[in-house]
């Protein structure tokens, strides 16, 4: 069964550090990963996808994250936080051999950045 | 480019009463996805249209739920009777036809509460 684990709830930073939420995921095939982030009241956005190719991939607001097989986790990081940055934080998958595209997402983590 | 429409953004019923959700896609998305948010948990998968044909229904939770997309455009969630556990945050979402690598859009979400 596909799944994905989100094991912190939340994460707490201060700002200018460097964050990390984690995600493992379990597929059968090759995976296709997608991180999604969620500000309160807002639908959620993309923020970045490992399809194939390099395994640090980078997307939108500073954010990257690390593809490892081996580790079958998708980490989601940067290099300095931001107050902004706090919202709730989203990691899917998708098998190659789902070709309906429906997506399988972790719990979510809350992340919150201080000051 | 208008992003994907969800209305209500709230709706509060009593159990047994029906409601109707409404989804707007990005125009010129073939593909239509519903998926559910109930009491802090995962989101999860409800259906799958490719234009106005059902290609994945595998996450309806039971016959009490109906999902139409007529003429491939907006699509409708009807829940009928709503029953206490089917409160949460029902979000769609849309991705260009094709390629399922391509990410999905999601819009802001109905928040539905049965009371």
């Known amino acids: 069964a596909q799944s994905v684990a989100q094991p912190e709830d939340q994460v707490n930073v201060a700002e200018g550090n460097p964050l990390t939420v984690k995600c493992t995921y379990s597929?059968?095939?090759?995976?296709?990963l997608f991180w999604y982030v969620q500000y309160p009241n807002r639908g959620l956005q993309f923020l970045l996808k490992?399809?194939?190719?390099?395994?640090l991939v980078k997307g939108s607001y500073g954010f990257e994250a690390e593809f490892n097989k081996s580790q079958t986790s998708f980490h989601l990081k940067k290099p300095s936080a931001l107050v902004s940055d706090s919202a709730l934080y989203f990691c899917?998958?998708?098998?190659?051999?789902?070709?309906?595209?429906?997506?399988?997402f972790g719990q979510g983590t809350e992340l919150s950045v201080k000051p | 480019e208008a992003g994907v429409t969800q209305f209500p953004s709230h709706s509060v019923i009593e159990k047994g009463q029906t409601v109707t959700l409404r989804c707007d896609p990005i125009?010129?998305?073939?593909?239509l996805y519903w998926y559910r948010r109930v009491m802090g948990k995962e989101i999860k998968f409800l259906l799958h249209?490719?234009?106005?044909?059902?290609?994945?229904e595998s996450g309806m939770p039971n016959n009490r739920f109906l999902a139409e997309r007529t003429g491939g455009t907006y699509s409708t969630l009807k829940v009928q009777p709503a029953e206490l556990e089917d409160s949460g945050v029902y979000f769609c979402?849309?991705?260009?036809?094709?390629?399922?690598?391509?990410?999905?859009?999601f819009g802001p979400g109905t928040r539905l509460t049965v009371t």
């Open positions: 125009s010129g998305h073939d593909n």
């Open positions: 249209f490719v234009k106005e044909s059902k290609q994945d």
């Open positions: 490992y399809i194939t190719g390099d395994n």
């Open positions: 979402a849309s991705s260009q036809a094709g390629v399922y690598a391509y990410e999905q859009y």
């Open positions: 597929v059968s095939g090759n995976p296709y």
């Open positions: 899917a998958v998708r098998s190659y051999y789902n070709q309906g595209g429906k997506l399988i």
